[in-house]
C-alpha cells in the first residue's frame, strides 16, 4: 500500500540553524500539507500545497518557514533559522481526494 | 466547520467491540464527519467518513445518527493496537482539501 515518507526521523540542531524536513508524497497526489505537534499538544496545521503554490497556511508559518516542491516527489519544508520552539514532530500529509489525508510518520526535530 | 465534542479518555477490553461517540449538534447539511486516529509517536492515520448513511471499512463502521447530530465509530474487535487518540472531525466538502483540524479527541485505551 502506498504510504508517505519522511526523512530524517530525527533531526537535531542548534538554535539559528537551517534545517530541511523531507517527504515523499503518495505519487498520484496533488494536495501537500506539513503539520506540526509539540510535545503533549494537539496535532497544528502549517501549510497546505497545491498545483505549486501555497494554498493556505497558518499563523505558525511565519518568514522563518518555507515549502518547496523541487522535482515530482519531494515536499520540503525549510525553516530558516531555527528557534528552541521550534522543537516538535513535524507530519507531511496528502492528499488525492476532497475526503481523507495520508499523514507520514513524522519527523522529530530537536532544537538545543 | 461544526464544532465536536468527545469524551476525553475511554477503556474497552481486548476483543470487545470499542464504541466511541461524538456529538456535533451544529452540523450543516452539507458537512461530513471524518474520523482519524493518532497511535502514540505516530502520524494521525484516516479511518472513516460518512455524510448521513452508516459506513464500513476494513478498519471501523460509522454510525450517524437519523438527525446527524451525533455519531459513533465502531472498533468490532479492538486489539491492543487500537491504543489511540481517536478524533472526530466535522468538514464541509468546499473545505475538505483544506486543513484538518484536530481536537483533543478521545484517548482510547484497550485492556488485555
Known amino acids: 500500500e502506498p504510504e508517505v515518507t519522511q526523512t530524517p526521523s530525527h533531526q537535531v540542531t542548534q538554535m539559528g540553524q537551517e534545517v530541511i524536513l523531507r517527504c515523499v508524497p503518495i505519487?498520484?497526489?496533488?494536495?501537500f500539507y506539513w503539520y506540526r505537534q509539540i510535545l503533549g499538544q494537539k496535532v497544528e496545521f502549517l501549510v497546505s500545497f497545491y498545483n505549486n503554490e501555497i494554498s493556505e497556511k497558518s499563523e505558525i508559518f511565519d518568514d522563518q518557514f518555507s515549502v518547496e516542491r523541487p522535482d515530482g516527489s519531494n515536499f520540503t519544508l525549510k525553516i530558516r533559522s531555527t528557534k528552541l520552539e521550534d522543537s516538535a514532530m513535524y507530519f507531511c500529509?496528502?492528499?488525492?481526494?476532497?475526503?481523507?489525508?495520508?499523514f507520514g510518520p513524522g519527523t522529530r526535530l530537536t532544537v538545543t | 466547520d461544526a464544532k465536536t465534542t468527545q469524551p476525553p479518555s475511554m477503556d474497552c477490553a481486548e476483543g470487545r467491540a470499542a464504541n466511541l461517540p461524538c456529538n456535533h449538534s451544529?452540523?450543516?447539511?452539507?458537512?461530513?464527519v471524518y474520523w482519524y486516529r493518532q497511535i502514540h509517536s505516530q502520524g494521525p492515520q484516516y479511518i472513516i467518513h460518512g455524510l448521513k448513511n452508516n459506513e464500513t471499512n476494513e478498519m471501523a463502521s460509522l454510525i450517524i445518527t437519523e438527525d446527524r447530530k451525533s455519531s459513533t465509530l465502531i472498533l468490532p474487535h479492538a486489539t491492543l493496537r487500537d491504543t489511540a487518540v481517536y478524533y472526530c472531525?466535522?468538514?464541509?466538502?468546499?473545505?475538505?482539501?483544506?486543513?484538518?483540524?484536530f481536537g483533543p479527541g478521545t484517548s482510547l485505551s484497550v485492556i488485555p
Open positions: 451544529t452540523i450543516s447539511g452539507n458537512e461530513y
Open positions: 500529509a496528502s492528499s488525492q481526494t476532497a475526503y481523507e489525508q495520508y
Open positions: 505519487s498520484n497526489h496533488l494536495y
Open positions: 472531525i466535522v468538514r464541509a466538502p468546499e473545505t475538505s482539501y483544506d486543513k484538518v483540524i
